[in-house]
């Protein structure tokens, strides 16, 4: 499909954020909701950091400690071979995991999607006991006069997500947990079908193995509820490993069009499409044969995590979807399709 990369890719690199603290650095940053915002389009980014380290002996790990209201810094000494440090994202003991990175979410602002002014400081940090681990994946849904943020909020409790919401993007209300762990990948429609809110969401079976999409509604976006599957990964595909939203779904003329990744068993990330039912979202009319970008550039397929393209927002412009996403999980990269061309990869289901 013509699918355009911006030449200025990556647009936004981890040497390009200031770090939160003197003693942090920036690892990656990436997977970014967007939102157009008083003439300016505003990412919120994942911005990851780890305390700087001079000392190879030992992996420094950076955990919100609540009784403490303050990110304190945990060592192992990599010479004790009970820890596992073969997943640079993860340290991992004999009784927990820990992340070896902790993320926040940080605003950027531009007038042209392309070079962006990024605030010195974090929009959002971990919290509280949901949060020891970091706040991760922000997605931006406008209803009516307020902006609702939902991300992924990491501990040793697991995965879950939790809402917040905002009118200005200077303060933000909490609104606690939506979902459970483990789950993730949560994208509220951005009007409401037949009298409720839906969300698209993606719990995670860790006991049969199932990484799936489904979809809740809700009467006030606090509580969900009416659960139901929505579409699995696909045997001899490129989303034959696991499956899960990415962009909050766009109105199209056919129904509810959805940006998704999907990962093969080898983890490699792509993005495509599926298109949903206008009135019952649970229902798939159609989903991309073949992704409509998939890691081919040197950003895309090296970093923290390679072979990786990964999407939190999009806008949808002038028949045009302008795609800010995740390449290798280290930098932010920009490309555009028409929505034409993203229809035409449909297949029927």
Partial sequence: MAISRSPYNPIISPEDVKPSREDFQVVCVFNAGVIRYKEKILLLMRVAEKPKNTDTSVELVPVFEPGEGKIIIKSFPKSDTTIDFSDSRFVRTPTEQY?????????????????????????????????????EDPRI???????????????????????????DFITFQRHGIMFCPDNRDVEIFPEKINGKYYALHRPNSGEYKKRDVWIAESN?????GNHRHVMTPRAHSWDNGRVGGSAIPIRVKDGWLEIYHGADV???????????????????LARSKLPFIEPQENYEMEGFFGNAIFNCGVLFENDIIKIYYGAADTHICYAEIFLDDVLKGLEPC
């Avoid at 006030?220 to 969900?224: G, N, P, R, T």
């Fill in 220 to 224: 006030d976006l606090i509580s969900w």
């Fill in 141 to 167: 849904v406008e209803i009516d006069d307020t902006f609702y943020i939902n991300y992924s909020a990491v501990s040793p409790l697991g995965a879950q997500i939790a809402l917040a919401s905002t009118k």
């Fill in 266 to 284: 080898d983890d490699r990330y792509c993005l495509g499409a599926v298109l949903l039912d206008e009135h019952e979202p649970w229902k798939v």
């Fill in 99 to 135: 992340l070896s990175s902790i993320s926040h979410i940080r605003i950027a602002e531009s007038t042209d999607g392309i070079h962006f002014d990024i605030h010195e400081h974090p929009a959002m940090e971990p919290a509280d006991k949901y949060e020891m681990f970091g706040i």
